[in-house]
């Protein structure tokens, strides 16, 4: 039987449904679109986000999905909203996924770089984030065992006289078997305290050519 199919990893988990980002459009005329962290509390909720302008508002309801799984800790999300009296009032919410950092060193299996569609990078206002947006060739397929994969490698860091180090990255992108048939959008994190450097540079392969992205991140 055909399934539709979803982005894996060791490092991080995404996945392909259209409706983690779904706008909500039609209960509402006017929404607030934010990458966020979600505060849930010891019930599973999702109580207040802390938005990447560092605004910091409670919710008009708690919030659940599958997702929120561990109570008493904070997740990634991007989300649509109504600011109400200083309080957000939940259109969609949906997790973004934050990739930890694997060393080229420590990678058990061939680096590769399967192209993917870049659209941007950019730093959060807060400075805790560093953000990818991508879209990914996906589609329909009988095989089981089909599956992309994506993470963060770290290559080298380079350091320079003046004593400011460069962190260089590449993006590991597994297509895995998948067919390329329409493109899905994915959005990654990566929290700025684990980069050790004072900037970063990723490699990012894409259907038009290598991209390098540079971030000064402290």
Not at 126 to 148: H, R, W
Request: charged fraction near 25%; hydrophobic fraction near 35%; charge should be neutral.
């Amino acid at each position: 039987m055909k399934k539709l199919l979803c982005i894996v990893s060791t490092f991080l988990i995404i996945s392909c449904s259209q409706d983690v980002y779904d706008k909500g459009e039609g209960k509402y005329s006017l929404l607030r679109g934010d990458f966020a962290e979600a505060v849930v509390n010891s019930n599973q909720q999702v109580t207040k986000i802390v938005t990447d302008d560092g605004d910091e508002l409670s919710l008009t309801a708690p919030y659940t999905a599958k997702w929120v799984s561990k109570a008493d800790t904070t997740y990634r999300c991007m989300l649509y909203y109504n600011k109400v009296e200083n309080q957000a009032e939940v259109v969609s919410m949906g997790q973004v996924p934050c990739a930890n950092i694997a060393l080229l060193s420590d990678f058990d299996k061939p680096l590769l770089t399967d192209p993917v569609k870049f659209e941007s990078t950019w730093m959060s206002k807060t400075g805790k984030y560093l953000n990818l947006s991508l879209q990914l060739k996906t589609g329909v397929t009988d095989d089981s065992t089909a599956a992309q994969s994506l993470a963060i490698i770290s290559d080298t860091l380079v350091k320079h006289a003046d004593g400011k180090q460069i962190r260089h990255l590449i993006l590991y992108h597994d297509q895995g078997n998948v067919p390329e048939y329409y493109s899905t959008k994915v959005y990654l994190s990566i929290p700025t305290n684990r980069i050790d450097a004072d900037s970063v540079r990723i490699s990012i392969n894409s259907y038009d050519g290598e991209v390098i992205a540079k971030h000064r991140i402290r």
